[in-house]
């Protein structure tokens, strides 16, 4: 399994008329599955959900051009993960430090709703990405899709690893954290704030510091 889907992956009917319609709409943007930004020597992976319509999806970069790249990126700059400004641009010259993101669905799903089988479809994809990876020490996965779908690509059952916002578990060989999305709805609704999202990254840092 490529570590990639290709540009016309095929293997999600839904996401695939989904994309056609799109770049019939706005044929200027990626509408594609996005592919994992960062270095691949990096020890910490960032797993997010799914590109978002007017986001990645149209920029081509994870988290990249929606609030959510806006609180995620401002935080790896903070916690050193980052270098540069974010600037919602592709080619703003950002840069990431020992770290890489990927999406655990490639492409952008209808109202941001992968379903059950997309996201198992997908999931290869995720398992390849992570095998890319050779010094892959901490991964963070932001919100319950994107966890699970770790905890069961590193071999654990969901029941024996469940999701929360500031968990830390040793699964597979990796420390796994958990936090909730940095989507704008839980931002607004209190749901995660700044101060939450840090502190999830600050214990990343002090881990990796540590080893």
Known sequence: MLADPGRDCPLCPRLVSFRSTWRAAEPSWFNAP???????????????????????????????GDYAG?????????????RGTYRADPDDGLELIDARIV?????????????????????????????????LSAIVALGKIAHDSVVVTLGERMSRAPFGHGTRREIGGHTVFGSYHCSRYNTNTGVLTPEMFRAVFSQVRSFLDAA
Do not use: S, W
């Open 70 to 82: 806006d609180l995620l990126y401002e935080t790896l700059i903070h916690f050193g993960f980052a």
């Open 34 to 64: 996005v592919p994992a930004f960062g270095p691949q020597e990096a020890r910490l992976l960032i797993v997010g959900l799914a590109p978002g319509l007017r986001g990645a999806n149209r920029t081509g970069r994870p988290f990249t």
């Open 103 to 135: 999406n655990a669905v490639r492409c952008v799903p209808p109202e941001n709703k992968p379903t059950t089988e997309e996201i198992r479809t997908c999931r290869p994809f995720l398992a390849a990405a992570m095998a890319q990876m050779p010094r």
